[in-house]
């Protein structure tokens, strides 16, 4: 492609020039767009204007930052994404949905959350639901000045907050395996993800350590029910890590603390006494249920000052019917036993399936969270096959990684806890079979396919 094509003296100018060259059919997915330095250099530009006109590009989905590679004009190629799988007529083991049964109901607080309409200039947040949130943070983020900010929901929280604080191509360390939201805030935001390993208690050390050198800007952790692997932070880990980040300041630190008041693990974090950028992010969807989209973003001084801009009342704040409802569910007593029975079960349910894992060759730890994070001895996607032609749906931890050139996941990320029980023996069993621990049952192969998918 001739650069010359691309015109424009702003930033939004340069966008509308490449996104105009898109649209004609010039520029198609795959084709790589110059560095900046040298569009700026032949534009007659500023490099930051050139940064700003792609930026705006990513946040429009017109381009995709690859790190080294570039950045090139993005396809519509369907992404990985949490829920269940549409058009589909296997049983989905791989939602990562709550029980819907376990969530709530609405109705008791309805009454509550109706109230005197709010008018345009007034305060974004509801001063009860302020307090209540930095009582929910204060004993976590003990002897700082926190500032509440009130979100739809932890993605936009992050998306936000990164945001204010980075540029396009700037890097974010995120946990690999991850979270497919994270991933996807990074990639649209036009920021260049680093991987960081994840291990059994957390973010390794060595892995933020290189993170750090390569110039992040900011981190995404979860501190408790990583998602996939269900890591929680543990204390000498959490230690380790503040350690290594002690001489790092302002790069900002987003904690994602999302199973947060179903978790049966205690709170450890990233979040050092002297550090001076940071957001402990909790939503209520896993809870309340994922169309109470709210979160609570804890934020240091300046942090929330900069969110602040970002919101202004009537077009990007947070309905204060929405809050109110939200305040009356997370101040009932009935509703928050209800919530930590919720809890329990998930980690009943999985510790459970684990364990019967475990009789069938196949050990499994039931960490914390919705999900089990599997281990295979043969490659997920070669399981997940097989368990297709038993009538299940499952997701591989390939979804999950960040890396290009990764090598085949080995684990499957499951949703059981829903599972009856008949359902929970036969999966079971089926996994042990794809996995190679069991001999198959030769009668299985005997019995037609539909038959199996239906019962």
Known sequence: MD????????????????????????????????????????????????????????????????????????????????????????????????????????????????????????????????QRALDWVSADLPDRDVRITVTNGAVDAVERLLAQALLRDDAVALEDPCFLASIHTVRLGGYRAVPVPVDAEGMTVDGLRSALDAGVRAIICTPRAQNPTGATLTPTRAAELRAVLAGHPYVLVIED?????????????????????????????????????????????????????RLSPGTTWVSHVLQRLVLAQLTDE????????????????????????????????????????????VEARVVAERLMRRGWLARTGDEFLLGEHAAPSHHLRLTVHDLTDEETTRLVDDLAEASGTVPADPRQAAVPRDERMYG
């Open 3 to 130: 650069e010359q094509i691309i015109t424009g003296s702003t930033a939004s100018e340069i966008a509308a020039s490449v996104r105009a060259l898109h649209e004609r059919g010039v520029l198609s997915r795959g084709d790589a767009l110059p560095p900046v330095r040298e569009l700026a250099a032949r534009l007659g530009v500023n490099r930051n204007t050139a940064v700003a006109a792609y930026r705006l590009l990513a946040q429009a989905g017109v381009v995709v930052a690859r790190g080294r590679a570039g950045t090139v004009i993005a396809g519509l190629d369907a992404v990985a994404q949490e829920g269940y799988a549409a058009d589909s007529v296997l049983r989905d083991i791989g939602t990562g949905n709550p029980d819907p049964q376990r969530i709530p109901d609405l109705s008791g607080a309805l009454a509550a959350a109706v109230g005197r309409p709010v008018l345009y200039g007034e305060p974004v947040i509801d001063p009860a639901l302020q």
């Open 334 to 377: 009935t509703v928050l036993d209800q919530v930590a029975a919720a809890g329990r079960h998930y980690a009943e349910r999985n510790a459970a399936f684990a364990a019967l894992l475990a009789d069938r060759g196949l050990p499994a730890e039931a960490a914390d969270g919705l999900n089990l994070w599997v281990a295979l001895p």
């Open 257 to 309: 603390d999302h199973f947060s008041m179903l978790s049966q693990r205690p709170y450890e974090s990233l979040i050092g006494p002297g550090h001076r950028r940071f957001a402990l992010v909790r939503s209520v969807s896993k809870f309340l249920g994922p169309d109470m989209c709210l979160a609570v973003a804890a934020t240091d001084p300046e942090t929330a000052e900069r969110l602040a801009f």
